[in-house]
């Protein structure tokens, strides 16, 4: 028989009062485990009509402050998430019949840290931020190789490529997070951390 936490669940969601900490065990077993991207993630936005839209994404940093992924401003996420800063995550690892997912606001990143994070990119793909213009229609795909090597030719130097000022990262600072672990028959476990008005991070189970 399985081990339990205090909970009454498998011992894989171990007893921590936060769920930082649990995200990063999970987080690193993932890293372990995934074939591709273990940092994937479902992204859900809505427009300020409420039309919602859900693409993957990756991510690219994570702390106690929140959870950083990186695009173009002017594409349509971009635009969603200004018009709405409300914004769900979703972490779906197979390998380990596990889900996370994550609700909260997400903010803007300073502009150090955005620098930092795209100057760390392969060259090819601080050209790519500046060639494409995410989410517009393409006349055809020649339109779009076109523009990479008009860039290649403007910023030829691969140590000095400035950032786009319309590419940038966002922050999604949690309200909730939940640890989800596939059961037989479909009797799942389910953790979820959310936020109270203290500051603090209650725990509650949830039925599957």
């Known amino acids: 028989m399985n081990e339990k936490n205090s909970l009454g669940l498998d011992s894989c969601f171990l007893d921590f009062d936060e769920p930082f900490d649990l995200f990063d065990k999970w987080f690193e077993e993932a890293k372990k485990k995934e074939v591709n991207d273990p940092n994937a993630l479902a992204l859900a936005t809505s427009s300020k009509n409420g039309i919602p839209s859900v693409r993957m994404v990756l991510l690219k940093g994570h702390d106690k402050n929140g959870f950083v992924f990186y695009t173009n401003l002017n594409s349509q996420k971009g635009g969603e998430l200004n018009d709405n800063p409300n914004v769900s995550m979703c972490f779906h690892w197979k390998s380990l019949l596990r889900q996370i997912r994550i609700n909260g606001k997400v903010a803007k990143v300073s502009d150090q840290t955005a620098d930092e994070y795209y100057n760390s990119r392969a060259?090819?793909?601080?050209?790519?931020?500046?060639?494409?213009?995410?989410?517009?229609?393409?006349?055809?795909?020649?339109?779009?190789?076109?523009?990479?090597?008009?860039?290649?030719?403007?910023?030829?130097?691969?140590?000095?490529?400035?950032?786009?000022?319309?590419?940038?990262?966002?922050?999604?600072?949690?309200?909730?997070?939940?640890?989800?672990?596939?059961?037989?028959n479909r009797i799942h476990e389910r953790l979820k951390y959310v936020l109270n008005s203290n500051g603090k991070w209650d725990r509650v189970l949830l039925s599957p």
Do not use: M
């Open 123 to 184: 060259y090819e793909s601080r050209i790519g931020a500046w060639a494409s213009k995410q989410s517009s229609v393409l006349d055809n795909r020649n339109q779009l190789l076109d523009s990479i090597e008009n860039y290649k030719k403007k910023y030829g130097d691969k140590e000095n490529v400035p950032r786009p000022g319309h590419w940038s990262g966002w922050n999604l600072k949690p309200n909730s997070i939940e640890f989800w672990l596939d059961g037989e």
